[in-house]
Nanobody
Framework: QVQLVESGGGLVQAGGSLRLSCAAS????????MGWYRQAPGKQRELVAT???????NYADSVKGRFTISRDNAKITVLLQMNSLKPEDTAVYYC??????????????WGQGTQVTVSS
C-alpha cells in the first residue's frame, strides 16, 4: 500500500558527504514516523535516524553531529544529509515509514535499500 523509493547512495571517500532521499507514494495517509536504518553484511539492521511528522528527531549515537534528517511533508519525502562519513558508515541504507493508522494490520514499510560505501 506504500511504496518507497530511495536514492542518493554511492561511493565516497572518508570525510565526504552524501544525501539520501526517500519518496513515499501510494496510501500515504496517516504516515507518522519516517527515517533510515542501515545494515552492514553480517550485522543486524540498526536505526540511523528517524523523524516524526511534527519534526521530532532521533539519532543513533554513532551519527549524532554528522547526519541530519529532515522531511518534506508536502512531498512525503525524507532526507538524510550525511557529512564527515566514515568507513564504519558503509552499509545498505533502508528507508522506513511507520503509519499511525494501519492497513490490514500493517504499520511499517521498508524501501529496497541503497548502498553507501565509504572508502578509507
Amino acid at each position: 500500500q506504500v511504496q518507497l523509493v530511495e536514492s542518493g547512495g554511492g561511493l565516497v571517500q572518508a570525510g565526504g558527504s552524501l544525501r539520501l532521499s526517500c519518496a513515499a507514494s501510494g496510501s500515504i495517509f496517516s504516515i507518522n514516523t519516517m527515517g533510515w536504518y542501515r545494515q552492514a553484511p553480517g550485522k543486524q539492521r540498526e536505526l540511523v535516524a528517524t523523524i516524526t511528522r511534527s519534526g521530532i528527531t532521533n539519532y543513533a549515537d554513532s551519527v549524532k553531529g554528522r547526519f541530519t534528517i529532515s522531511r518534506d511533508n508536502a512531498k512525503i519525502t525524507v532526507l538524510l544529509q550525511m557529512n564527515s562519513l566514515k568507513p564504519e558508515d558503509t552499509a545498505v541504507y533502508y528507508c522506513y515509514v511507520e503509519r499511525a493508522v494501519p492497513i490490514g494490520g500493517r504499520y511499517d514499510y521498508w524501501g529496497q535499500g541503497t548502498q553507501v560505501t565509504v572508502s578509507s
